[in-house]
């Protein structure tokens, strides 16, 4: 798995025991880093799993003051569901107009169902884009 950036680290750790999800390498990279929240500051997506279900989820941490959030892994985004199990690629998308600073999150199953996932007015939103 790759290392967690330095700022990153004690705030995932604290998340983590605290939401009792451990990260798994699902997915290469195991996680990803772009400014998902708009701020200007980068923040990391983190693959997990939670620890009782074994419900995959992706984790973002932000490195501004909007803290962490779980998508997946027990907790329901749109057509995602609530285990991104079936999920086989991820990756950053830019935004997708010039009045948008905020990187998306592809995530997809080859062939199959596809999503972006994206921050907009405080928390992380799906928008269907295949299946």
Do not use: C
């Amino acid at each position: 798995m790759s290392p967690l950036p330095a700022w990153a680290e004690v705030r995932f750790s604290v998340f983590a025991q605290s939401h009792h999800v451990q990260r798994v390498a699902q997915l290469t990279p195991s996680l990803l880093i772009g400014d998902f929240d708009g701020d200007g500051q980068r923040d990391v997506a983190i693959v997990v799993e939670q620890r009782s279900t074994h419900k995959t989820g992706i984790v973002f941490i932000h490195q501004g003051q909007r803290g962490a959030y779980l998508v997946g892994a027990g907790h329901t985004l749109g057509n995602g569901g609530d285990d991104f199990r079936w999920m086989d690629s991820w990756k950053i998308a830019p935004p997708t107009s010039n009045a948008s600073h905020v990187d998306q999150l592809l995530v997809e199953r080859e062939s199959s169902a596809s999503g972006m996932i994206y921050f907009a007015r405080g928390r992380y939103r799906w928008k269907q884009l295949g299946d």
